[in-house]
């Protein structure tokens, strides 16, 4: 028995959790690139150490894996929704396209009202009441209805 424990023959033995995890990350990055153009991405830049950066956010990543993941994190959304609010408040006013305007019904309006309303408090009651005043000659049919009587 010259293979590893729990393993099948031809296998090349059990793989470590240490392998199984890089071999994971490996995965997802490749698969992660495959959706994902970085060359079109405007916040990506390799610096000089062979690093790469991430200009909006400016935080320093090891490997594009580690990019692409901090891209869905947290920080990188809400610095890309600050940035899009700041945008759209410094943009100057696009003119709006002409809109045509509707003709409203003019209905035409003759004189002033018939009566004046006037509020009024009684500080010996505490109660308040209106007051209408009917101008003389002018017929008013007014209904008035209470949710307090």
Same mark, same amino acid.
């Given at each position: 028995?010259d293979?590893?424990?729990?393993?099948?023959? %031809?296998?090349?033995?059990?793989?470590?959790?240490?392998?199984?995890a890089?071999? &994971?990350?490996? &995965? +997802?990055?490749?698969?992660?690139?495959? #959706?994902?153009?970085?060359?079109?991405?405007?916040?990506?830049?390799?610096?000089?150490?062979?690093?790469?950066?991430? $200009? +909006?956010? +400016? #935080?320093?990543?090891?490997?594009? %894996?580690?990019?692409?993941?901090? !891209?869905q994190?947290?920080?990188?959304? #809400?610095?890309?929704? $600050?940035?899009?609010a700041?945008?759209?408040?410094?943009?100057?006013?696009?003119p709006?396209?002409?809109?045509? $305007? +509707?003709?409203?019904?003019?209905? *035409? $309006?003759?004189?002033?009202? %018939?009566? &004046? *309303?006037?509020?009024?408090?009684?500080?010996?009651?505490?109660?308040?009441?209106?007051?209408?005043?009917?101008?003389?000659? *002018?017929?008013?049919?007014?209904?008035?209805?209470? !949710?307090?009587v």
């Open positions: 028995m293979r590893e424990w729990g393993s099948k023959p %031809g296998s090349g033995g059990a793989a470590t959790a240490q392998n199984e890089i071999d &994971r990350r490996e &995965r +997802l990055r490749r698969l992660a690139l495959e #959706t994902i153009d970085l060359a079109k991405d405007p916040y990506f830049m390799r610096n000089h150490l062979g690093s790469y950066e991430c $200009k +909006l956010c +400016l #935080t320093l990543h090891n490997n594009e %894996g580690n990019y692409l993941a901090h !891209t994190g947290k920080r990188h959304q #809400t610095n890309l929704a $600050k940035r899009a700041r945008e759209a408040k410094d943009a100057p006013a696009q709006q396209p002409h809109k045509r $305007k +509707l003709n409203l019904k003019k209905t *035409v $309006k003759i004189g002033r009202p %018939g009566y &004046r *309303v006037t509020k009024q408090f009684d500080p010996d009651t505490k109660q308040r009441s209106l007051l209408f005043q009917a101008i003389a000659g *002018v017929l008013i049919m007014l209904i008035m209805i209470s !949710t307090y």
